[in-house]
Nanobody, 116 residues
Framework: QVQLVEGGGGLVQPGGSLRLSCAAS????????MGWYRQAPGKQRELVTT???????NYADSVKGRFTISRDNAKNTVYLQMNSLKPEDTAVYYC??????????WGQGTQVTVSS
C-alpha cells in the first residue's frame, strides 16, 4: 500500500519560514520524481516544485529564490524549505510521487497559512 504522509504545515507570519516533509512508503522512492503542489481556496492546484530521481529541480516562478526542495532517499522523504513566506503562499500543500510508466500518487495535504 502506497502512502505519502505530509507534515510541517501551520500558521506563520509574513516573512517567516516553514519546512514541510513528505514521507513515502510502499514505493521505490529513489526512482520517483517527487513534487510539491498547492491549492488555494477557489483556485486550481498548481505546481510548486519538483525534484527528479537524479536530483534535478524545477520551481514555479512565484517561489524561485524563496523555496528549496530536497530529498533524502535513505529516509524516503522529500522536503520543502519555505522562506520569506507571503500571504499568497497560503494553501494546502500536496506531495506527489511520479514514475513514468508506473503512475503517480498523492499525499493527503498539509495546510500552510501565512498571516499576521
Amino acid at each position: 500500500q502506497v502512502q505519502l504522509v505530509e507534515g510541517g504545515g501551520g500558521l506563520v507570519q509574513p516573512g517567516g519560514s516553514l519546512r514541510l516533509s513528505c514521507a513515502a512508503s510502499g514505493i521505490s522512492f529513489s526512482l520517483y520524481t517527487m513534487g510539491w503542489y498547492r491549492q488555494a481556496p477557489g483556485k486550481q492546484r498548481e505546481l510548486v516544485t519538483t525534484i527528479t530521481s537524479g536530483g534535478t529541480t524545477n520551481y514555479a516562478d512565484s517561489v524561485k529564490g524563496r523555496f528549496t526542495i530536497s530529498r533524502d532517499n535513505a529516509k524516503n522523504t522529500v522536503y520543502l524549505q519555505m522562506n520569506s513566506l507571503k500571504p499568497e503562499d497560503t494553501a494546502v500543500y500536496y506531495c506527489k510521487a511520479t514514475r513514468s510508466g508506473v503512475g503517480y500518487y498523492w499525499g493527503q495535504g498539509t495546510q500552510v497559512t501565512v498571516s499576521s
